[in-house]
């Protein structure tokens, strides 16, 4: 069964680096997202994707953040300045059209120091 | 605006119970859906069930059940005969169906279901 994939499993990273998270969304999906849940806390939301194109983003995903589909199989999301408060798992997730489930990567955990 | 609460931060009960996992949701679209996701200490996010706001059909899957009512704005969750693999988190999410909405998920803060043997 297909299914998304997200690398690295792990990333750590020093306060104020660029990290770049690598997610591969199931190959006839059409809408992308980002989602952040911080340590024991729910899953909230940051940016959703279409069409090469953000359709939506959250208060949470600021000006360093960004999205990026560089080729027909990767979706990226990146940092450009990480912060201690960046610390969290993000999953990204895709959907062949809008009335569908979202299938879910394993995420990613980003640990800032 | 769209809320999803989940009021039971953690509920425990012993193998062989049945346990019910509230969820009470906020919108103002008469199309949404309603979806319960679980994630296992391992981390991962589940899907579980979707439903839509036009389908107030209960439905059971397995030892699963779910009971959707929009007169109260409710979309419980039912395990049957709990056992030790189902303890995890499990979050109630809505999202607006829309045309032209994003389909973004809107999750409550989840329920963490201990399952002792």
């Known amino acids: 069964e297909p299914e998304v994939t997200q690398t690295p499993s792990h990333q750590v990273t020093q306060m104020g680096q660029e990290v770049i998270l690598r997610c591969v969304p199931i190959s006839n999906h059409l809408y992308f997202y980002w989602y952040r849940q911080i340590l024991g806390q729910k899953v909230e939301f940051l940016v959703s994707?279409?069409?090469?194109?953000?359709?939506?983003k959250s208060e949470i995903f600021d000006d360093q953040f960004s999205v990026e589909r560089p080729d027909g199989s990767n979706f990226t999301l990146k940092i450009r300045s990480t912060k201690l408060e960046d610390s969290a798992m993000y999953f990204c997730?895709?959907?062949?059209?809008?009335?569908?489930?979202?299938?879910f990567g394993p995420g990613t955990r980003l640990t800032v120091l | 605006a769209q809320k999803v609460t989940q009021a039971q931060t953690e509920i425990s009960v012993v193998e062989k119970e049945d346990v019910t996992l509230d969820c009470v949701y906020e919108?103002?679209?008469?199309?949404?859906?309603l979806f319960w996701y679980k994630q296992p200490p391992s981390g991962e996010l589940v899907f579980l069930i979707r439903r839509n706001s036009f389908d107030e059909q209960n439905e059971i899957s397995g030892r699963y059940s779910w009971n959707f009512q929009k007169s109260t704005s409710s979309f419980n969750f039912t395990i049957t005969a709990s056992q030790v693999v189902d303890s995890a988190v499990y979050f109630c999410a809505l999202s607006e169906g829309d045309g032209g909405a994003t389909n973004k998920l809107i999750f409550g803060t989840g329920t963490l279901l201990a399952v002792q043997p």
């Open positions: 919108t103002r679209d008469t199309t949404y859906y």
């Open positions: 997730a895709s959907i062949p059209g809008l009335v569908n489930e979202q299938f």
């Open positions: 994707f279409y069409n090469n194109e953000i359709s939506e």
